[in-house]
T-cell receptor, first 114, second 112 residues
Framework: QKEVEQDPGPLSVPEGAIVSLNCTYS??????FMWYRQYSRKGPELLMY????GNKEDGRFTAQVDKSSKYISLFIRDSQPSDSATYLC??????????????FGRGTSLIVHP | DSGVTQTPKHLITATGQRVTLRCSPR?????VYWYQQSLDQGLQFLIQ???????AKGNILERFSAQQFPDLHSELNLSSLELGDSALYFC???????????FGEGSRLTVL
């Protein structure tokens, strides 16, 4: 079993839809939770960063963490064609050297069609 | 633009060869991470440096090595290259320890 599971999709939605992206994880040591967006042939871009269970909102994006269920979500409201990209969840635990090392999901490909 | 610079953007080489990938972190970031991204494995952590010292090691092959220099730029050296080493190699930097990473555009390595 992988530490972080993420459905690769693709997920295809019409413009304006609410998108829900999810990841599950198995490592209870994960403390920080992140979502990255990666456009084709580009580097991942940090979208959301959370520490505790609960919701965090930033514009059209809401990140949700449920540590008891080991489940995280990213919601995108009023989705736009420009949101078409691969969304990677990531979570980090403290390594022996003191740093937190993100472990990434495989990414979900999102397509928003006009 | 994340502020992380990686060179070269593309590299084509032959099996058995050695290449060096270079990364300049964002201004003020002391920590550099290297990741490998392939279609079948996703983003895999290789190694992390903080202010010149190795802090964490992931699934990095013995044929690969890295270092961070006093000016904080980092280099990833890949030797005795195999076809399976073809991938995107990303450098990321961070000001904190907590994994909030800022990625460069990557170096695409093709081994023929």
């Amino acid at each position: 079993q992988k530490e972080v599971e993420q459905d690769p999709g693709p997920l295809s939605v019409p413009e304006g839809a609410i998108v829900s992206l999810n990841c599950t994880y198995s490592n209870s040591a994960f403390q920080y939770f992140m979502w990255y967006r990666q456009y084709s042939r580009k580097g991942p871009e940090l979208l959301m960063y959370t520490y505790s269970s609960g919701n965090k909102e930033d514009g059209r994006f809401t990140a949700q963490v449920d540590k008891s269920s080991k489940y995280i979500s990213l919601f995108i409201r009023d989705s736009q064609p420009s949101d078409s990209a691969t969304y990677l969840c990531a979570m980090s635990a403290r390594a022996s050297g003191g740093s937190y090392i993100p472990t990434f999901g495989r990414g979900t490909s999102l397509i928003v069609h006009p | 633009d994340s502020g992380v610079t990686q060179t070269p953007k593309h590299l084509i080489t032959a099996t058995g060869q050695r290449v060096t990938l270079r990364c300049s972190p964002r201004s003020g970031d002391l920590s550099v991470y290297w990741y490998q991204q392939s279609l079948d494995q996703g983003l895999q952590f290789l190694i992390q440096y903080y202010n010149g010292e190795e802090r964490a090691k992931g699934n990095i092959l013995e044929r690969f090595s890295a270092q961070q220099f006093p000016d904080l730029h980092s280099e990833l050296n890949l030797s005795s290259l195999e076809l399976g080493d073809s991938a995107l190699y990303f450098c990321a930097s961070s000001v904190q320890y907590t994994g909030e990473l800022f990625f460069g555009e990557g170096s695409r390595l093709t081994v023929l």
